[in-house]
């Protein structure tokens, strides 16, 4: 089960939060029940650590996240690995595509900002904190112990606030540069969304809200893209990784079967050996 950490946000009546539209600010002090969870999120978010920490991960890579720092997280699937004997608590940041363009629609023509390699593909990124952003979220922590609730237009103005500090920033470039192509683009790209989250068990519906897209218009245009459905693409997509990890990654069998989106180790040889003609373990055997 994946479990949908923007709506848990959005919903739980024992965090402290403002919702405008597509924007959540929240300040999350109760730990997730599991030490590792994986969860996905229709929006962008960014996670300050007020104490404790948590460690993010993708396929690729882990951020442990302290006290006093931040990450920044693409719409899409991760894993949530935390040490549950430590109090934890956060300001997380939830933020839709719109709200972006929203941001820096006016300024972005403005703003020198740099095309920066690996801005599009990049799940997880460490924000630097210089002291402007510093003191945004020592600001924002003050609006959850006030008693009375800011107004809308001030929570997006805070909101903005937030996008442009980023965006002019020089030690947070590939970050702006995605931000830039976010508000420049219509939609997000479905082929880089696919390849971040095929490990993942995402339903076509969960897929097609990552894409901004209704449920038909994802299909279609993923047809248009790849020339094969949605789940066909998947499944051929995790056997090829899975391929490549037999062959230069020293791991279990079912640990690979794990990290490439099967649920079970039976049903990832089966369907293997469907494809290679091979069974996994036999496949690693091949010079």
């Not at 940041?93 to 900002?113: A, Y």
């Not at 971040?196 to 990552?210: M, P, T």
């Amino acid at each position: 089960m994946i479990y949908d950490f923007y709506t848990t946000m959005k919903s739980d009546i024992f965090f402290n939060k403002f919702e405008v539209g597509n924007l959540l600010f929240v300040e999350y002090k109760c730990p997730l029940e599991q030490d590792t969870v994986e969860i996905w999120s229709q929006y962008d978010y960014i996670i300050y650590i007020l104490s404790g920490e948590k460690t993010w991960s993708t396929k690729e890579s882990n951020w442990l996240v302290k006290k006093g720092e931040a990450i920044y997280v693409k719409k899409g699937a991760s894993v949530i690995k935390q040490n549950l004997k430590e109090d934890f608590c956060m300001i997380g940041v939830f933020f839709s595509d719109d709200i972006i363009k929203f941001s820096l629609k006016d300024e972005i023509k403005n703003i020198p900002i740099r095309n920066i390699e690996g801005a599009t593909s990049f799940i997880i990124d460490r924000i630097n904190l210089n002291i402007e952003i510093e003191t945004f979220f020592q600001s924002l922590l003050g609006y959850f112990y006030d008693t009375n609730k800011p107004l809308n237009s001030l929570l997006q103005l805070k909101a903005k606030e937030l996008i442009l500090s980023l965006v002019t920033s020089n030690d947070n470039l590939k970050i702006a540069s995605y931000l830039k192509n976010t508000t420049l683009n219509n939609l997000p790209s479905l082929p880089n969304i696919m390849e971040a989250n095929f490990h993942y068990n995402l339903s076509l519906d969960q897929l097609a809200k990552l894409c901004h897209r209704s449920k038909s218009s994802f299909k279609r245009d993923f047809k248009n893209h790849y020339n094969i459905s949605p789940g066909k693409w998947i499944i051929e997509r995790r056997l090829k990784k899975a391929a490549e990890l037999l062959k230069y990654n020293p791991d279990t069998i079912s640990q690979i079967a794990y990290d490439c989106g099967f649920e079970s180790v039976a049903h990832f040889s089966r369907t293997f050996k469907s494809q290679y003609g091979k069974t996994p373990s036999s496949y690693r055997k091949l010079d």
